[in-house]
């Protein structure tokens, strides 16, 4: 019988990470564009893994509820209750997810969200992470927005994924933080997937350093952004990054990057 943390063939989940402040979320929100538009995606989910929920910022969008406030519904559901009623609360987990995923016109969204209730209550995240992981059989791409390192995306999210972007910017820190994260998939087995890359995000010149440090600590060079002032404006007015102009240098090179180094292009139907 197939596991539900297996990859189904054809089916593409793709995380993207790196340390905070790398602008790992405006790169998601673009990606997500650019699969949209490449029409590359097929049914698209997007998971925003992060507890900021920054990606919601980054797509101009809310959520009506997220997966935090589903585990705080469960804990609070079952204790003091008995076996029974604690059954049915389980039974109800896949509409209570469900629930929490928003479907817009191009793609939906999960948000994980912050949770309140302190511990580490790893039967509930274990009965999350099962569900997700059944409620993305329905979608032919997973794109996870996710926290700084991989704890948590392993934790509540998903157990494998086929193609892990890590973000890094042109700082020593940045790349010690790429070099940490490929330990922790290679060495600590955090997370099982299937190609892992990295990506350099605001570059202003040195990208033969940055070149050679991908090959130092043996991660594939998916592409390299170059610093973009509007992607900056954005940001610093809040504005969804997704709108951006499809000119702006940021957008393009990412667009090049999807298309030609990271996704698995679909047939035309």
């Not at 290679?186 to 570059?203: A, H, L, Q, S, T």
């Not at 000119?247 to 996704?263: Q, Y």
Request: contains cysteine; negative net charge.
């Amino acid at each position: 019988m197939k596991m539900a943390s297996e990859i189904d063939s054809g089916k593409q989940i793709m995380a993207v990470v790196g340390k905070g402040g790398v602008g790992k979320t405006a790169i998601t929100a673009m990606t997500s564009r650019i699969l949209v538009e490449s029409k590359q995606a097929g049914n698209l989910l997007l998971i925003d893994a992060d507890p900021a929920m920054g990606l919601l910022t980054a797509l101009g969008i809310s959520v009506r509820r997220t997966m935090g406030q589903v585990r705080e519904d469960i804990i609070r559901g079952v204790i003091g209750t008995d076996s029974k009623q604690k059954q049915e609360m389980v039974n109800s987990l896949d509409y209570m997810a469900f629930e929490a995923m928003d479907e817009l016109d191009d793609y939906a969204i999960l948000a994980m969200g912050r949770t309140e209730t302190l511990g580490c209550y790893c039967p509930v995240n274990d009965l999350l992470r099962g569900t997700i992981e059944v409620l993305s059989k329905s979608f032919d791409t997973i794109l996870i927005d996710g926290e700084a390192g991989l704890e948590q995306l392993n934790r509540q999210v998903m157990r494998r994924i086929s193609t892990l972007i890590v973000v890094s910017d042109a700082t020593a820190r940045g790349v010690e933080t790429a070099e940490m994260i490929k330990g922790m998939v290679e060495n600590d087995k955090v997370i099982k997937c299937e190609r892992m890359g990295i990506i350099f995000n605001r570059v202003s010149g040195n990208e033969d350093i940055l070149t050679k440090a991908a090959e130092r600590i043996g991660l594939e060079l998916f592409g390299i952004i170059p610093q973009d002032e509007q992607i900056a404006y954005y940001d610093l007015m809040a504005k969804p990054v997704i709108e951006l102009p499809a000119e702006s240098p940021g957008f393009s090179a990412l667009r090049d990057i999807v298309l030609n180094n990271i996704i698995k292009i679909r047939a035309s139907n």
